[in-house]
């Protein structure tokens, strides 16, 4: 299915793309589209039957498209996780996964206005494959385990601010977490229609230039070892986000003058089966 909620910033209801690409409502079926809808296989059952027999009321399909995912617990980001972007910036390929958080109110809609912050030269775009969590999980023992606990898949945008994050000290969180560095959607696609998570195309567009053009299949750590990884350090609950890494093409890789993202820019991202997003920049 792709699950996806529509209307204004805050007041989004819960939604379906069906496979003929009609919007449906399930405002009359389940509250949102959250953590406590993904843990409860009886009620994605009862959408997918919905579904199945054409019950559900269409929508506007101009309707905005907020972020697929309410209430969001944790974004949990995984750092150069692909060999080309690795090699890109000169780093070494990690031995294992670099891990950062995002906070979840960074999270906008697909189509929704990037600010650059105050004072930013080094605005940066990342197309990145996110892993949403269907079930609690901790410790999981195998590949097989930690990808029974994943809910489905979406695009996401971890815009970073490359100064903020390298060259003032401390921690990577100080460029990753400004407002709107995290666009998410437009669908949450559960996990049954993605066949191979690792057979993915991820590709991102700056003012119409293909930037970004890569595959999940070029991931150092694969979705299901990263799960299972971060299941040693952290519990994973229905409804926290993984940002699995980005593959080559940033601006930080590109020879100098950088060209940083700046007002006024249109970044455009799609992950085959999971949708496109559209973003006009905007400074802060």
């Given at each position: 299915m792709k699950l996806l909620r529509v209307?204004?910033?805050g007041a989004e209801r819960p939604a379906l793309l069906d496979r003929d690409g009609v919007l449906r409502d399930l405002s009359g079926l389940v509250t949102d589209i959250d953590g406590t809808l993904l843990a409860d296989a009886a009620a994605?059952?009862?959408v997918a039957e919905a579904e199945a027999d054409g019950s559900l009321p269409s929508l506007d399909p101009d309707l905005r498209v907020g972020p697929p995912l309410a209430r969001i617990g944790k974004i949990v980001c995984i750092g150069l996780n692909y060999h080309d972007h690795a090699a890109e910036?000169?780093?070494q390929a990690p031995s294992e996964p670099v891990v950062f958080?995002?906070?979840p109110d960074t999270v906008v809609g697909p189509d929704d206005?990037?600010?650059v912050p105050r004072g930013s030269t080094k605005t940066d775009w990342e197309v990145e494959l996110a892993v949403v969590i269907?079930?609690?999980l901790r410790y999981a023992a195998s590949h097989e385990e930690a990808l029974a606990a994943v809910a489905g898949y979406a695009v996401a945008h971890d815009v970073s601010e490359r100064e903020f994050q390298i060259e003032r000290g401390?921690?990577?969180?100080?460029g990753k977490n400004c407002e709107t560095f995290n666009p998410l959607g437009p669908w949450l696609v559960t996990a049954d229609e993605v066949a191979d998570p690792q057979r993915l195309r991820l590709r991102l567009w700056v003012n119409g230039e293909l930037k970004q053009d890569g595959s999940t299949a070029d991931q150092i750590f694969s979705v299901a070892e990263v799960v299972r990884y971060l299941s040693h350090f952290m519990t994973l609950y229905p409804g926290d986000v993984i940002n699995t890494g980005t593959p080559a093409g940033v601006a930080l890789g590109q020879p100098e003058p950088k060209p940083y993202l700046r007002g006024g820019d249109?970044?455009?991202?799609a992950i085959d089966g999971l949708g496109a997003q559209r973003q006009h920049l905007k400074q802060a």
């Open positions: 209307g204004p910033a994605l059952a009862s910036t000169g780093a958080m995002k906070a206005t990037v600010l269907g079930r609690e401390g921690q990577w969180d100080k249109v970044v455009e991202l």
